[in-house]
Nanobody, 127 residues
């Protein structure tokens, strides 16, 4: 059974930092498009891409994440990370880990459909 399990969410003050983790089981995260997506808490907010890594390690970052977030993965742990710094209130959202089942698909933060999703972890930025 394929599973993606996120962790690391929480309450952080503006300007603070947080690192999210996504551990995969049942398949290998390397070699496919994987990434972080988020959905704001207001009704009508759509899920948006934050940062993705493609099958050869190229990264694509949303404009809102550039210069503040770093996406990486640890092959040995089969875990994807999102290091977030200088957090802002508008970063408040449920963050989801997503992954493709097969390599070779277009990998971009513009993606809205992935084969696998985690349950999400809530990040709240508030003073």
């Amino acid at each position: 059974e394929v599973q993606l399990v996120e962790s690391g969410g929480g309450l952080v003050q503006p300007g603070g930092s947080l690192t999210l983790s996504c551990t995969a089981s049942g398949f290998n995260l390397s070699g496919v498009c994987v990434g972080w997506f988020r959905q704001g808490l207001s009704v009508g907010n759509e899920r948006e891409g934050v940062a993705v890594i493609d099958s050869v390690g190229r990264r694509n970052m949303a404009d809102s994440a550039k210069g503040r977030f770093i996406i990486s993965y640890d092959n040995a742990k089969n875990t994807l990370y999102l290091q977030m710094s200088n957090l802002k209130q508008e970063d408040t959202a449920v963050y989801y880990c997503g992954a493709d089942a097969l390599s070779g698909r277009y990998c971009s933060t513009g993606r809205r459909i992935m084969d696998y999703w985690g349950e999400g972890t809530l990040v709240t930025i508030s003073s």
